[in-house]
């Protein structure tokens, strides 16, 4: 199994730009979650989905879009960047009935 | 609200020495306490988790963590500390709010290790 794998691993947007952020797991998880993580404020739930076709909104979810068409990918949309969003994006899964989270690698986003 | 605190922004131990993480959580309900280590520049690996019996729980790499209701605390602990520990750690608890499983999220303690 890869686990859950993110790209890209960097990004240097420029403001106004719109960009994908991809998010895939093999392990068959109903739940994926999208996380960022600033100095100083820890980790901050953006968006999350308990499954295929269902998602929801975190803490901080302005400016960001999700959609869950498949198990497998969770894949989260900036609209229009902004400075503010630069940060490094962290995905995670598990199944339904676990509270254990597994995390891909990040992807680290500079927004210019 | 729910909260965890780790009151520890960064502690320097020498290797070989033993480790103690502070974790303390607001949380009303029996918590699902969780231990994340990251390293440098990577994802967050899952050291070991809480959510019932036995009070001391044991985990990955040697670490082991307690969780005491009276103190509301769950701190990770090492009796002998590696190089290969220097990592962020952050201790986190679910708040199972519904199908929202959102992890209250501490603001890390940065390990460095002494030669």
């Known amino acids: 199994n890869a686990g859950v794998t993110q790209t890209p691993k960097f990004q240097v947007l420029k403001t106004g730009q719109s960009m994908t952020l991809q998010c895939a797991q093999d392990?068959?998880?109903?739940?994926m979650s999208w996380y960022r993580q600033d100095p100083g404020m820890g980790l901050r739930l953006i968006h999350y989905?308990?499954?295929?076709?269902?998602?929801d909104q975190g803490e901080v979810p302005n400016g960001y879009n999700v959609s869950r068409s498949t198990t497998e990918d969770f894949p989260l949309r900036l609209l229009s960047a902004a400075p503010s969003q630069t940060s490094v994006y962290f995905c995670?899964?598990?199944?339904?009935?676990?509270?254990?989270?597994?995390f891909g690698p990040g992807t680290r986003l500079t927004v210019t | 609200a729910q909260s965890v605190t780790q009151p520890d922004i960064h502690i320097t131990v020498s290797e070989g020495a033993s480790l103690e993480l502070r974790c303390n959580y607001s949380?009303?309900?029996?918590?699902?306490l969780f231990w994340y280590v990251q390293s440098p520049g990577q994802g967050l690996q899952l050291l070991l988790k809480?959510?019932?019996?036995d009070t001391l729980v044991q985990g990955i790499k040697g670490f082991e963590a307690e969780f005491k209701r009276s103190q509301s605390s769950f701190n990770l602990r090492k009796p002998s500390v590696h190089w290969s520990d220097a990592a962020e750690y952050f201790c986190?608890?679910?708040?199972?709010?519904?199908?929202?499983?959102?992890?209250?999220w501490g603001l890390g303690t940065s390990l460095a290790v002494n030669p």
């Open positions: 809480y959510f019932s019996g």
């Open positions: 949380y009303g309900a029996t918590p699902y």
């Open positions: 392990m068959n998880h109903e739940y």
């Open positions: 989905s308990v499954g295929a076709g269902i998602t």
């Open positions: 995670a899964s598990s199944y339904k009935e676990s509270y254990e989270q597994y």
């Open positions: 986190a608890v679910i708040q199972n709010a519904g199908n929202n499983r959102k992890l209250i």
